[in-house]
């Protein structure tokens, strides 16, 4: 048996990167492979401790809070296959997405569809259901092909569509509760660019236009700034050309302006509220119309280095005009004031039982505020409009709901917690965060 004390390492306070969530886990391990991982399950259970994988702690919510023994995925990246002819491409679970992309870009593949963050795991980023924005493409849930999971009794199993499919279909966004996923394996497809066009646009026209640019666009999403008119749209389609910004460019819009300018004005309408109208008015106007191509990551994602806390509810996608316009309602009745964008995406029926696109069209909703903002009263109110519609939280960020709740707008719920009940009878994976939103 692999030795747990060889890779046990220090145990410091963890903490999460928006520094909403920490822990003092009383053991914290990092397993240099699957069999490692293993004996560390088996090791737990000895001491009656529960186990949580944590990654590089971009959820916002306690889904990667590690009370009893924290493993810690620095180790486990290797990439263990690469095909190229069938785009089938396994990669350890600790991997990070920046270090993927740039490993299929080598091969000339890519993931089909991502978020606009790269800096997750991919077994974190899959597993809190991260999803991105699509017409005909989904989540990162739907571009897996297998799974390889160590399970509550220490075994190692994998699964797929073929191969024990209703684990795969259960776990593909699992929270971590059904095992500790070590390894993943893509679906990917050949590499491509995209253009990316931004443009302002009013908001009367970007709702009036929604399902237009939503439906004539392989990629669409927007933001809108609260307490102004003000909208910056963002369409991307796939292209032949490549036009990429240039490097100046590139620096001003991206790290100058959306990091090292907007975390200053987060800081100025923390001190001074009454400037937050003013200031994202000025935020509005100053994100300005471009068009560049590059390759398909590149475009996908963008740097965020101002902290924030998030919440993020997924309605049917018949709602979102409406839902839209009320929450625009509640700002003239509520005396927030926001100083960051709320964010639109779309995409397509997904079929992994907790992903929050499961069977029907999706609209997101996301809103943020800066981190060290108090959230609870504009989360609270948002939410509560969300649920109105039959919303589904985002795993890995903010929310309040519970199993009494959840199993009402998820039709396999009961299919997960009945699986979950199976494989993890003792909750070796459970945490406070797992116990609120599955039940005991």
């Given at each position: 048996m692999p030795?747990?004390?060889?890779?046990?390492?220090?145990?410091?306070?963890?903490?999460?990167?928006?520094?909403?969530?920490?822990?003092?886990?009383?053991?914290?391990?990092?397993?240099?492979?699957?069999?490692?991982?293993?004996?560390a399950v088996r090791d737990a259970a000895a001491r009656g401790l529960t186990v949580r994988m944590t990654g590089t702690g971009h959820s916002f919510?306690?889904?990667?809070?590690?009370?009893?023994?924290?493993?810690?995925?620095?180790?486990?990246?290797?990439?263990?296959?690469?095909?190229?002819?069938?785009?089938?491409?396994?990669?350890e679970a600790g991997l990070p997405l920046h270090r993927l992309n740039r490993l299929l870009d080598?091969?000339?593949?890519?993931?089909?569809?991502?978020?606009?963050?790269?800096?997750?795991?991919?077994?974190?980023?899959?597993?809190?259901?991260?999803?991105?924005?699509?017409?005909?493409?989904?989540?990162?849930?739907?571009?897996?092909?297998?799974?390889?999971?160590?399970?509550a009794d220490g075994s190692t199993v994998t699964c797929s569509r073929t191969e024990r499919p209703e684990l795969f279909d259960a776990a593909r966004v699992?929270?971590?509760?059904?095992?500790?996923?070590?390894?993943?394996?893509?679906?990917?497809?050949?590499?491509?660019?995209?253009?990316?066009?931004?443009?302002?646009?009013h908001w009367?026209?970007?709702l009036a236009r929604l399902?237009?640019?939503?439906?004539?666009?392989?990629?669409?999403?927007?933001?809108?700034?609260?307490?102004?008119?003000?909208?910056?749209?963002?369409?991307?389609?796939r292209t032949d050309r490549a036009a990429p910004l240039p490097a100046v460019r590139h620096w001003l819009d991206d790290e100058f302006l959306s990091n090292a300018v907007f975390g200053m004005l987060q800081?100025?309408?923390?001190?001074?509220?009454?400037?937050?109208?003013?200031?994202?008015?000025?935020?509005?106007?100053?994100?300005?119309?471009?068009?560049?191509?590059?390759?398909?990551?590149?475009?996908?994602?963008?740097?965020?280095?101002?902290?924030?806390?998030?919440?993020?509810?997924?309605?049917?996608?018949?709602?979102?005009?409406?839902?839209?316009?009320?929450?625009?309602?509640?700002?003239?009745?509520?005396?927030?004031?926001?100083?960051?964008?709320?964010?639109?995406?779309?995409?397509?029926p997904e079929d992994a039982w907790l992903s929050m696109a499961y069977g029907r069209r999706t609209a997101f909703i996301a809103v943020h505020v800066y981190h060290r903002n108090p959230h609870e009263d504009y989360f609270r109110g948002v939410e509560e409009l969300m649920t109105a519609v039959g919303g589904r939280p985002h795993w890995g960020k903010l929310h309040t709901r519970d199993a009494a709740y959840l199993e009402k707008v998820y039709p396999r719920f009961a299919d997960f917690t009945a699986l979950r009940d199976e494989l993890d009878p003792e909750r070796r994976f459970a945490n406070r965060y797992i116990?609120?939103?599955?039940?005991r």
């Open positions: 030795s747990v004390r060889s890779s046990r390492v220090s145990s410091p306070t963890w903490r999460n990167w928006a520094g909403n969530q920490r822990a003092v886990p009383r053991r914290v391990l990092a397993p240099r492979g699957t069999e490692e991982v293993a004996a919510t306690g889904a990667a809070v590690a009370e009893g023994v924290l493993l810690r995925p620095d180790r486990l990246t290797a990439v263990r296959s690469v095909d190229t002819a069938s785009g089938l491409v396994t990669v080598e091969h000339g593949l890519a993931l089909a569809n991502m978020g606009d963050i790269q800096e997750q795991t991919v077994a974190g980023a899959l597993q809190t259901g991260t999803h991105g924005t699509g017409r005909d493409v989904a989540g990162l849930a739907s571009q897996v092909a297998a799974l390889e999971l160590v399970l699992g929270l971590g509760a059904l095992g500790v996923v070590t390894a993943v394996t893509w679906q990917t497809v050949p590499a491509f660019r995209l253009q990316a066009r931004e443009e302002p646009m009367e026209e970007v399902d237009e640019l939503a439906d004539a666009n392989e990629h669409f999403e927007f933001y809108w700034f609260p307490h102004t008119e003000g909208c910056l749209t963002k369409r991307n389609n800081r100025l309408t923390r001190r001074v509220p009454a400037a937050v109208g003013p200031v994202n008015a000025v935020s509005a106007r100053a994100l300005g119309a471009r068009t560049y191509s590059d390759t398909s990551y590149k475009v996908f994602t963008s740097p965020r280095r101002v902290r924030f806390k998030e919440q993020e509810y997924a309605i049917p996608r018949e709602h979102l005009v409406a839902t839209l316009r009320e929450l625009r309602t509640l700002f003239a009745r509520r005396d927030w004031r926001i100083s960051f964008p709320i964010e639109v995406r779309v995409l397509p116990a609120q939103v599955l039940g």
